[in-house]
């Protein structure tokens, strides 16, 4: 692969330049794989761990937090169910947030739909210009489809909207340098 001088030194930082920063895939929540919950561990089909009631819940019948249903969807696509995690994505109640969107780009790349994950990566960017989660996996895609040029464009936009040392930046300058993308 050939780097392009401009980004040579950023993209020779080592992964331990990770740092904590703020949303949309900055914060330190998402420098690590997600922990293997009783979701993963006991629950089956689309169904996600309720600590209040010690069972394994469909997510529209259930009283969890929004939080708590984006930890399952990633927890999920990190174990490579990514149909379970789409069913979970599916019970959220605003389908135009743009993390929801990430995640159904996400979750659409992984099961080998480029075209229908950058659909949704768009909808996300348009939402919320400052995804930086979104711009990371978007650019990860390109660097899957060789697109190289497209994912460096993403990854300088990160850079500009304030996801330097982020793990949406870090790990998507990664990715350009190996050829190497993440499942989380």
Not at 3 to 22: E, H
Not at 141 to 162: H, K, N, P, Y
Request: with cysteine.
């Amino acid at each position: 692969m050939r780097v392009f001088p401009v980004i040579a030194l950023g993209l020779a930082l080592p992964l331990s330049a990770f740092a904590a920063g703020g949303d949309n895939g900055g914060g330190s929540t998402w420098t690590n794989p997600p922990k293997e919950t009783q979701t993963t561990k006991t629950c089956k089909g689309v169904k996600v761990w309720d600590e209040k009631t010690g069972k394994c819940v469909a997510p529209k019948n259930s009283s969890l937090d929004t939080d708590t249903l984006y930890g399952a969807v990633r927890e999920l696509a990190y174990a490579g169910r990514y149909a379970d995690a789409q069913g979970v994505l599916a019970a959220m109640p605003d389908q135009s947030d743009d993390r929801v969107l990430t995640y159904w780009g996400f979750t659409h790349r992984k099961m080998g739909d480029p075209n229908r994950a950058a659909l949704y990566y768009d909808a996300a960017i348009s939402a919320n210009p400052d995804n930086i989660l979104a711009r990371s996996y978007m650019g990860q895609g390109f660097v899957e489809e060789g697109r190289t040029d497209l994912a460096i464009a993403q990854w300088r936009e990160i850079r500009a909207r304030g996801g330097i040392g982020s793990w949406a930046e870090v790990s998507l300058r990664e990715a350009i340098r190996t050829g190497l993308t993440y499942s989380y």
